[in-house]
């Protein structure tokens, strides 16, 4: 399995497997259809990112086909350029063999080397098997934001969660 940042290059393979762990799961905040990005809009959000020292876009690579993405997003502003919020997705098939270990670690790195602070993301409530791993790497809940998203027509809180660095 090869990790490595994105190129745009990636843009058409990086919104299929989106795409696809967006019909797969219900813990992205895209539902199954709804990611209407384009080709050209990807690429340049890719480049973008890699224009950027406090964004990152890991995807992870398996026998030639994307399998897995981590994306850093980095503030604004000066008050908060230290700080950069975590996304990530990877397909059902290739969860629970320690790829998104993989990715965060990685992450950290590239974090550490950019001089970054915090890391954090949020979770969804019913999504035991992500906090678990997000738990098990460091990261520490900061508290709940209740009934923040509606998922198959039901409210569900989400867990906020953050890792800061020396």
Known sequence: MLIRPIEEADAE?????????????RFM???PGERQTTVEQQIARIRDIRASDNQLMLVAEHEGQLVGYLG????????????????VGILERFTGQGLGRRLFEET?????????????LTV??????????????GFEIEGTRRDSL?????????????????
């Open 72 to 87: 850093a997003m980095g503030g604004d502003f000066h008050r908060n350029h230290h700080s950069v919020h975590i996304f």
């Open 124 to 137: 969804m409530r019913h999504n035991a098997r992500g906090l678990a791993l997000y738990q098990k790497i």
């Open 29 to 31: 905040m895209y539902e």
């Open 108 to 120: 950290e790195r590239w974090a550490r080397r950019q001089g970054l602070h915090r890391l954090e």
């Open 150 to 166: 509606k998922v198959d027509g039901e409210y569900v809180d989400e867990i906020c969660l953050a890792k800061l660095l020396d």
């Open 13 to 25: 393979a990086y919104l299929t497997l989106a795409r696809a762990i967006d019909a797969e799961s």
